[in-house]
C-alpha cells in the first residue's frame, strides 16, 4: 500500500482521535512517573516539593542551574505558595520525566509575530503545540523560558503541597480546613498548630481538595530583592560542577577530535604510549549522530598524564572534503544568497516588495556576523561509568533526558538503566544543550567496564570543536516617503539553520524539519509598526557545526534591524529616539522600554570628552525577543589608534512580573560583558576547513579593565515573567555601532568592531 493511500484509509478514526484529543486539557504536571528520591529523609508531595521531618522545604528543579539563578526563582515560586520560611528552602536536581518537558520554550519559539496573539488559529497552534511537548518534548533549559514554563506549574506545586498539609492538620486538630492558616511553615488548626515536618508523612497520603493560588498583589516573597541560594558556594568555590566530581577508583580521559570538518581516523601509531606510565587505554572514536566527531582519547590514572600521551601519538586523518573551506568563500556564498529573492517568508503583509521595487527613495543597506563559539568558562567534561547492568553519568546539561537518551544508545541500552547526576553548568550559553560531549564520554567509558571514567576537553577542544552561532548575511531594504517615514521594508537573510540542526541531533519531533524561526527572529517580529514588510530568509547548507547560541538568532539580526533603523532616522534628519518612538505607538510597553532607557541616559544632552580628552557619543537599540522587551543606550569613545572603548551602558527591560529583581539585575550585567565580547571582538574563522582558533588570547572575551559601567531599570509590570538571560544581549552591539555612527559618521555593518575598520558606506 501507498504511504498516502495508507494515511488516508486511516484518517477518519485517526483524525476523530487526533482531534478528541487536541480539544482536552493537557495532563497534570505536578505527579511524575516514580516517586522523586530528594533524599535526607525528605517526603514528596508532588514532583516539585519534598518536606523533610525537620520542617525543610526541598523544591526539586528540572531546570538546569548554569549563574542564571532559576533553582532561587523557581524555589521562591514554591515558597511563596507553600508559605514557608525563605531559610528553610533548599534545592536539588529532579529526575527525568515528561511532566518537566519544556512547553514555554517551543510554544514561544513559533513562527508568530505578536499581533498575532488573538488570533483564533494562532491560539490554536500554540494550544496544540502546548499539549504536543507535554507528551513528546524535551526537558530543557533554553529559551529564557525557565520562570515562564514553571510560572504557574511551581506555584501550583507549592499551593497544592500547602493544601495537603493544612488537610492532614484539619484532620489531626478535627477542625474543618476553612479554620486553619500557615505561616512559615506552621499550620495554626483552632487552639492547635502543628510544623510541617510533623505534619508530611500524613500529607503525602491526603487529596488536595482546595487549592488556591496566592494573588500576586499580596506576594510576599516574590517580586524582593533576594540573595541567591547559591551565591554563598559560588563565592567560597565550594560550589560543585561536573568537572568536580570525584569517584573512587575514577580515572581520566583526553581526546583528539577529528581537526577539520568531515575527517576520520585513518590510522593510529600507539607505539610506546600504551605502555606509558599511568596510561589505560587508548581508544578510537567513531562518533555518531548526536553530533560526537571521530577521533581518539586516551585514558589515564590523571588528565595531565593522558593528555601527554595524546600528544605522543601519530593519528593519521582522511583528508577533509572541505580542506579548502574558509571565511570568505563562505561569506560571499552568504552575500549571493542574501542578495536573492528566494526566501522562505516569515511574514508579509502590504505588498512590501512591490512598495520597494516602485519607490524612488530607497534605503538599501547589507550587514555581516561572524561564526560565534560559546565559550563557558568550563570547558565540556562528563564522568561515566558503565556497569554490567547499565551505567551512571555526572554531567552539566542543559537537556538532562537527551544527555540520558544519547548515553543509552551509545551503550545501547534502554533508559531506565541510565543514571543521571546533574551539576551546577559552568556556563552554557546553548553549548550545553547539545549532548555531543555526553555520548562521546560514554563511548570512551566502554574501554574500561566498571570503571569511571571523567572525559574533559581542553580550552583549544572547546573552542574549535563547537556548534557555533552562524555566520549570517542580511539585506535590508526601505522605501521612505517625502518625509522620511517608512512606506515599506524588505528582508532578506541568508545562512545556516542552527535549531534545525540542533533538533535533528537532539531528535526533536517535527521541529528538526519546520521553519526555524529562530535563523530570521529580530527582523520580521519586533513591535515597530510599518505599512508593509516582507521578511524572508534563505537557509545556506554548509559543513561548519551550528547551534543555538545565546538568543540565537536575535543575537545579530537586532544588530542588522537596530542598525538600519537608525540609517532610516539620519535619511530621515530625525533623532533616533523620537524617529522610533514614532513606530512604537501600537505597543505602549515597548514605547515605555525605549523611554526608560532614553532618561535614565539622558539622552540628548551632550557627553563630556573622556579624560584622556576623546569625545563620546550615545547610541539607542530596542529589541523584543523571548517575549520581553530591552533597549540599551551605550555612551563610546574612540581611541587615536581606533580602538572602541564603551564607558556606560543603561538597560531598561521588561521582562514581565519581577520574581527576583536581584537576579534579574545581575543577568543584565552578564548579558552586557558577554555581548559586549562578541560585539568587540567575537570571530571564528575558518580557514582550511577547521576553525581558526585557539584560546582565549584568538577569541577575546572582554577584559575586567574593559567593562563598563551598567546601569538597570527594570520597567515594573504586572504581566507573565518573560524572558531575562538572553533579552539584553541582543541591544549591546547595535547600541555601540549606532553610538560609534553618531561619534564619526561612518556606518560600520559587519561585527566585530573592536577596532573600527573604515565605513562600509
Request: a neutral charge.
Amino acid at each position: 500500500m501507498r504511504r498516502r493511500t495508507f494515511l488516508l484509509a486511516g484518517l477518519g478514526t485517526a483524525g476523530s482521535l487526533f482531534v478528541g484529543w487536541s480539544l482536552t486539557p493537557p495532563r497534570q504536571r505536578l505527579r511524575p512517573s516514580d516517586t522523586p528520591q530528594p533524599g535526607g529523609g525528605a517526603v514528596p508531595l508532588n514532583g516539585w516539593v519534598a518536606v523533610g521531618p525537620d520542617g525543610r522545604v526541598t523544591v526539586m528543579s528540572p531546570k538546569a542551574e548554569m549563574g542564571q539563578g532559576i533553582h532561587t526563582a523557581l524555589a521562591m515560586l514554591v515558597a511563596e505558595e507553600l508559605d514557608c520560611a525563605w531559610s528553610q528552602v533548599q534545592v536539588v536536581h529532579s529526575g527525568v520525566d515528561r511532566i518537566f518537558n519544556n512547553i514555554a520554550a517551543i510554544v514561544d519559539g513559533l513562527p508568530f509575530h505578536e499581533d498575532l496573539d488573538g488570533n483564533a488559529g494562532v491560539r490554536a497552534v500554540r494550544w496544540l503545540t502546548a499539549k504536543t511537548m507535554r507528551e513528546m518534548g524535551v526537558m530543557m533549559t533554553g529559551g529564557s523560558s525557565s520562570v515562564r514554563d514553571v510560572w504557574d506549574t511551581a506555584r501550583l506545586a507549592g499551593a497544592t503541597a500547602r493544601a495537603q498539609l493544612v488537610a492532614a492538620a484539619a484532620a489531626r486538630a478535627a477542625v474543618p480546613a476553612s479554620q486553619c492558616r500557615t505561616d512559615g511553615g506552621v499550620v495554626y488548626a483552632g487552639a492547635q498548630q502543628f510544623t510541617y515536618g510533623s505534619l508530611v508523612n500524613d500529607a503525602a497520603s491526603r487529596r488536595a481538595d482546595d487549592v488556591t493560588l496566592r494573588d500576586p498583589k499580596h506576594f510576599r516573597l516574590v517580586g524582593r530583592d533576594t540573595t541567591r541560594l547559591d551565591a554563598d558556594a559560588t563565592v567560597r568555590g565550594t560550589a560543585r560542577y561536573a568537572s568536580d566530581v570525584r569517584v573512587d577508583g575514577m580515572r581520566y580521559a583526553a581526546v583528539a577530535m577529528a581537526p577539520t570538518f568531515g575527517s576520520t581516523v585513518q590510522h593510529v601509531d600507539k607505539t610506546g604510549v600504551v605502555s606509558r606510565d599511568g596510561v589505560r587505554a587508548v581508544v578510537e572514536l567513531s562518533g555518531g549522530k548526536f553530533g560526537h566527531l571521530p577521533g581518539v582519547a586516551v585514558i589515564a590514572d590523571s588528565w595531565w598524564q593522558a593528555k601527554q600521551a595524546l600528544a605522543s601519538l601519530t593519528i593519521e586523518w582522511t583528508p577533509s572534503p572541505h580542506a579548502s573551506l574558509g571565511s570568505d568563500g563562505i561569506m560571499q556564498q552568504l552575500r549571493t544568497a542574501a542578495a536573492g529573492t528566494d526566501g522562505l517568508p516569515f511574514r508579509s503583509y502590504g505588498g512590501a516588495r512591490d512598495v520597494v521595487a516602485d519607490s524612488t527613495r530607497v534605503v538599501d543597506a547589507t550587514y555581516e556576523a561572524p561564526y560565534l563559539a560559546h565559550a563557558t568558562m568550563e570547558p565540556m567534561n562528563t564522568t561515566v561509568r558503565v556497569n554490567a547492568d547499565g551505567a551512571e553519568v555526572w554531567t552539566s546539561t542543559q537537556v538532562a533526558g537527551a544527555a540520558r537518551t544519547a548515553v543509552a544508545a551509545t551503550l545501547e541500552l534502554p533508559d531506565e538503566q541510565i543514571t543521571l547526576h546533574q551539576h551546577t553548568l559552568g556556563g552554557g550559553f546553548g553549548r550545553r544543550l547539545e549532548v555531543d560531549y555526553v555520548a562521546q564520554a560514554a563511548e570512551i567509558a566502554k574501554a574500561l567496564p566498571g570503571v569511571a571514567v571523567q572525559t574533559i576537553w581542553s580550552r583549544e577542544d572547546d573552542l574549535q570543536h563547537d556548534f557555533y552561532r552562524p555566520a549570517t548575511v542580511t539585506r535590508l531594504r526601505a522605501a521612505l516617503d517625502a518625509n522620511g517615514a517608512v512606506a515599506g521594508i524588505v528582508t532578506q537573510s541568508a545562512g545556516q539553520s542552527p535549531f534545525q540542526a540542533l533538533s535533528k541531533r537532539l531528535s526533536i519531533p517535527f521541529a528538526a524539519y519546520a521553519p526555524d524561526k529562530t535563523t530570521a527572529e529580530g527582523l520580521f517580529d519586533q513591535p515597530y509598526e510599518f505599512p508593509a514588510l516582507h521578511s524572508a530568509h534563505t537557509n545556506v547548507e554548509l559543513p561548519v557545526p551550528v547551534g543555538s547560541w545565546r538568543s540565537v538568532g536575535h543575537s545579530h539580526q537586532a544588530f542588522c534591524f537596530e542598525s538600519f533603523l537608525d540609517e532610516l532616522a539620519h535619511e530621515a534628519k530625525r533623532d533616533p529616539l523620537q524617529y522610533r518612538a514614532q513606530l512604537l505607538a501600537a505597543h505602549p510597553r515597548a514605547r515605555a522600554v525605549l523611554d526608560a532607557a532614553a532618561n535614565a541616559s539622558a539622552w540628548g544632552k551632550p557627553l563630556p570628552p573622556t579624560n584622556d580628552g576623546q569625545p563620546q557619543a550615545r547610541g539607542l537599540a530596542l529589541h523584543s525577543s523571548f517575549s520581553s522587551t530591552a533597549a540599551a543606550v551605550a555612551e563610546v569613545s574612540l581611541g587615536a589608534d581606533r580602538r572602541v572603548r564603551v564607558h556606560r551602558v543603561v538597560v531598561a527591560i521588561d521582562c514581565g512580573l519581577a520574581v527576583n529583581p536581584n537576579g534579574i539585575r545581575q543577568q543584565v550585567e552578564g548579558s552586557v560583558v558577554y555581548a559586549l565580547s562578541a560585539a568587540l571582538y567575537g570571530d571564528v574563522r575558518i580557514e582550511g576547513g577547521r576553525a581558526a582558533v585557539h584560546n582565549f588570547n584568538d577569541y577575546r572575551p572582554l577584559r575586567l579593565s574593559e567593562c563598563p559601567e551598567i546601569t538597570t531599570i527594570i520597567v515594573p509590570s504586572a504581566q507573565t515573567p518573560s524572558g531575562v538571560g538572553e533579552p539584553v544581549v541582543p541591544v549591546v552591539a547595535p547600541a555601540v555601532g549606532n553610538a560609534l555612527f553618531a561619534l564619526t559618521g561612518s556606518r560600520v555593518r559587519a561585527l566585530p568592531f573592536g577596532t573600527m575598520r573604515e565605513a562600509t558606506s
